[in-house]
């Protein structure tokens, strides 16, 4: 049985400070808790204090993004080797924020893909339509585009390092989550395309998180669902106690 995965999308949330005293809460937390994969996603300036702080303990440390080159001449970026470098064994590639506010494409996400498996740091490739389009009836086949164009070329053995997060975006920090019945519609539709259609290995598998208004309230009945592997937890992973009842609930279902 693979554990829930529950990642804490921090955003642009949290000095380095504060980051620092919810990530020593956070371990003295899970070195009581069993089981679930946690990982937290601070900004980059937190990246390397948090890691001395998780180093050894059951918390995982994600990037938010970084640059879909490998080094050189790009002012302002960070690259998925500086991600190791400083203990990062996750990152997650094409939040529906970096698509919609910096023009981020499937091709780079893809290209980032590709160089996070190099790197042998989990990529967590983040797909989601926007309203207009679900109102379209629109939705399976945004998913299906962002899917392929994102995972192209990745072989079957590289998934073991891959977990698809599924973030509507008309959930996401809007208070109104997908019903687990919605969200498990879309999760068959990824699984399908994963083990079916690209042909990737379902005993490697990949996780599929759910992610947009998770909240401790509704996380029982979204995570309870077996197609539902873990979570991507933006505004409540802000706030220690949420998080934690967030990951409670993961480890209850
Ligand atoms: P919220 O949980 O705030 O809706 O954010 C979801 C998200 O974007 C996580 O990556």
């Not at 049985?1 to 809460?25: F, H, Q, Y």
């Not at 003295?28 to 679930?36: H, I, K, P, V, Y």
């Not at 994102?150 to 208070?175: D, F, R």
């Not at 079916?196 to 309230?217: C, D, K, M």
């Amino acid at each position: 049985m693979t554990l829930p995965l529950v990642i804490g999308n921090w955003k642009m949330n949290m000095l380095a400070s504060e980051a620092c005293d919810m990530a020593r809460s956070l371990v003295d937390r899970l070195s009581a808790t069993e089981g679930a994969e946690v990982v937290v996603a601070p900004p980059f300036t937190s990246l390397y204090p948090v890691s001395q702080i998780v180093k050894g303990s059951r918390l995982g440390l994600a990037g938010q993004n970084f640059c879909s080159e490998k080094k050189g001449a790009y002012t302002g970026e960070v690259s998925i080797e500086m991600l190791k470098d400083v203990g990062c064994g996750y990152a997650l590639i094409g939040h529906s924020e970096r698509r919609q506010l910096f023009g981020e494409t499937d091709e780079e996400v893809n290209k980032k893909v590709h160089l996070a498996m190099q790197m042998g740091i989990t990529a967590v490739v983040c797909v989601g339509e926007t309203q207009d389009q679900r109102k379209a009836g629109e939705t399976l086949n945004v998913i299906e585009t962002q899917l392929s164009g994102c995972l192209a070329g990745l072989s079957s053995e590289s998934i073991a390092h891959l977990a698809i997060a599924y973030e509507p975006v008309w959930a996401i920090g809007t208070g109104s989550n997908a019903t687990p019945d919605q969200a498990v519609e879309i999760h068959k539709f990824i699984r399908k395309f994963l083990f079916g259609s690209q042909g990737f290995s379902e005993e490697i598998g990949a996780r599929i998180l759910y992610g947009g208004s998770v909240t401790p309230e509704n996380c029982k009945e979204l995570l309870g669902e077996e197609e539902i592997d873990g979570a991507l937890v933006g505004g409540a992973s802000l706030n220690f106690e949420s998080f934690c009842a967030i990951i409670k609930s993961s480890l209850e279902s």
